[in-house]
């Protein structure tokens, strides 16, 4: 059965696995969504990507409009591939 981190993990009496606290609202987080990430509704399984001829249109516009934002804000484009890539 699946247990929420910071539960007991076994019926030892052993003490729980806690999971280092997180800041979702530090600066570091708050810089690398801003600036860094890159909303794109095409980042998703098949089954849930936009449908209709306005959406096609901007499937256009979000990349454009992503390059944009990184080169005014001097950063390169970067798609994490895991949660550890996020700032602490």
Not at 12 to 33: C, I, W
Not at 52 to 75: E, V
Request: charge should be positive; hydrophobic fraction near 30%.
């Amino acid at each position: 059965m699946w247990k929420p981190p910071g539960m007991m993990c076994s019926s030892q009496g052993t003490p729980p696995s806690l999971s280092p606290a997180q800041d979702p609202y530090s600066d570091a987080r708050r810089r690398y969504a801003d600036d860094v990430l890159s909303f794109n509704p095409w980042h998703a399984l098949a089954a849930h990507r936009p449908l209709g001829s306005i959406m096609r249109s901007r499937r256009t516009a979000y990349p454009r409009s992503s390059d944009f934002r990184h080169r005014l804000n001097g950063i390169d484009h970067h798609e994490p591939s895991s949660i550890d890539e996020l700032p602490a």
